[in-house]
């Protein structure tokens, strides 16, 4: 028997999310008939206010909801240490973990040119020009330990290694390959503290 059209649009909805298949899609549409109306406004709400609210940092890139988010606002945080990551999640990584207290950018990826992921693709020159203008000191280079992330890590220390600041990268802790996502908060924390420098430059 076939579904109404309304909860045939609903599944092929559900299905668009990653990691939804054919069946766990049903059974949420299903579900989400059963749901209170109240939830289900909220629902609407809050996918209408991601799509409508959320922006980019206009410093780091992160997630926000103002043009400067929490973290670069921060008088409190160490404004000279800056964590390179590839995406706005891995932020949330690093702030569940609660001992990193200096800043961030967000890169929006790798480079990879299988892919067609080129250095321009990425965040990279709004970097440089960070810690051209902000006295950077230190960069930590916080990516997945893949070739992908071996490779914008490379690219990035040959891109800084005429200033006048410390490049290090996040201990291999991490294991070769691993997806940032599967890391746990002990594994991240450890490979943070234990960052090898990449470069550095002598007073």
Same mark, same amino acid.
């Given at each position: 028997m076939l ?6 649009n ?13 069946k766990?899609?049903e ?25 409508t609210?959320?922006?980019r ?9 103002e043009?400067?988010?929490p ?18 999640k ?5 702030e ?10 967000v %890169? $929006? *990826?790798?480079?990879s ?7 321009? $693709? ?6 440089i ?6 006295k950077?000191?230190e ?17 990035i220390s040959?891109?800084l290694?005429?200033?006048d600041?410390?490049?290090?990268k996040?201990?291999h802790?991490?294991?070769? *390959? ?7 908060? %002990?594994? %991240?924390?450890?490979a943070?503290?234990?960052r090898?420098?990449i470069?550095s430059?002598?007073?």
């Open positions: 579904y109404p059209e309304t909860i045939n609903l599944i092929e909805c559900y299905k668009k999310l990653p990691g939804i298949g054919e766990s899609a059974r949420m549409a299903l579900y989400t008939l059963e749901m209170d109306q109240e939830i289900i406004d909220l629902f609407v709400q809050s996918l209408a206010d991601a799509k609210k959320i922006k940092c206009k410093i780091c890139n992160n997630f926000s909801q043009d400067i988010c973290i670069c606002r921060n008088e409190g945080r160490n404004h000279q240490v800056i964590c390179v990551v590839e995406e706005p891995n932020v949330i990584q690093f569940k973990i609660g001992s990193y207290k200096g800043l961030y950018h %890169l $929006d *990826g790798l480079i040119p299988l892919e067609n992921i080129n250095p321009e $693709d990425l965040n990279i020159t709004s970097l020009k960070r810690i051209d203008e902000e950077i000191k960069v930590i280079i916080a990516v997945k330990p893949s070739i992908e992330g071996e490779t914008t890590a490379l690219y040959k891109m290694e005429d200033k600041v410390i490049i290090s996040i201990a802790g991490v294991p070769l *390959g691993a997806d940032m996502d599967y890391v746990d908060a %002990l594994t %991240l924390e450890l943070l503290e234990e090898k420098n470069t430059h002598e007073e």
